[in-house]
C-alpha cells in the first residue's frame, strides 16, 4: 500500500516503478495506492493501473467501502519512499505501525528512529528503486516474516512512542539540568 500525495517528494514516482516491477511478478498480489489530489502528481498512475490488473488506485473522496485503515489490515506492507518529509516524526509511518503494518521507508529525518530493517519494517535509501523492489519483495515473498515485522512494529511504537515515555525522558533531562552535579 502507497498512502500519500502522489508526489515525487512522496516518492510516489519510486512506488510506480516498483509496483510496475513487481506487479507482474506476484499476480495473486494486490498493489493499492490511495491518493489525494496534488497540484503536480507523478505522471503514469492511472497507465500502471491499466497495464496491471492487480494494481489498484483509490483517489480521495474513496469510493464507498475504501479507507484507510481497510487497506492497512489488508496490506503485507506500506511503502512510503520519501525524499522529503512534510512533518518530523512522519506520521503516516506511525499510523501504519500502529495498524501493525511493516513499513518500507527512506533511511532520513527520524525514520531511523522508528523503524529497525527486518525487525519492524525496512530501511532504503532515498530515490533508490531497486532497493525499493527489493524491500517489497522481501515481504510479499516471506508473508509470515513480514506479518511479524508489522506485529514488532506496533509493539515498539506503543511501548517506546507513547505519553508515558515522552514524559519520563523529558523528566529526566529535567532533573540534569537542574540538579547540581555532584
Known sequence: LFWRD?????????CLEAYDRLAPEFPQVDFDLAVRSHWKPVP???????????????????????TIPGLLADSICALMPFR?????????????????????????G????????????????????G?????????????????????????DLLSRWNWTHWVEDL???YRRVVEPTR
Request: proline residues 9%; negative net charge.
Open 6 to 14: 502522489p508526489s515525487e517528494r512522496n516518492g510516489a514516482d519510486i
Open 44 to 66: 503514469g498512475i492511472d497507465d500502471l493501473a491499466s497495464r496491471h490488473d492487480n494494481v489498484h488506485v483509490y483517489r480521495f473522496p474513496y469510493p464507498a467501502g475504501i
Open 84 to 108: 522529503q518529509q512534510s512533518v518530523d516524526p512522519q506520521l503516516s509511518i506511525m499510523e501504519s505501525m500502529a495498524a501493525e503494518v511493516p513499513v518500507v521507508s527512506t533511511d532520513m
Open 110 to 129: 527520524s525514520i531511523p528512529e522508528f523503524i529497525a530493517p527486518r525487525e519492524n519494517g525496512m530501511l532504503i535509501p532515498s530515490g533508490d528503486v
Open 131 to 155: 532497493a525499493a523492489v527489493e524491500a517489497v519483495r522481501y515481504c510479499v515473498s516471506n508473508p509470515e516474516r513480514a506479518r511479524a515485522m508489522g506485529r514488532a512494529a506496533r509493539e
Open 171 to 173: 523528566s529526566a533531562i
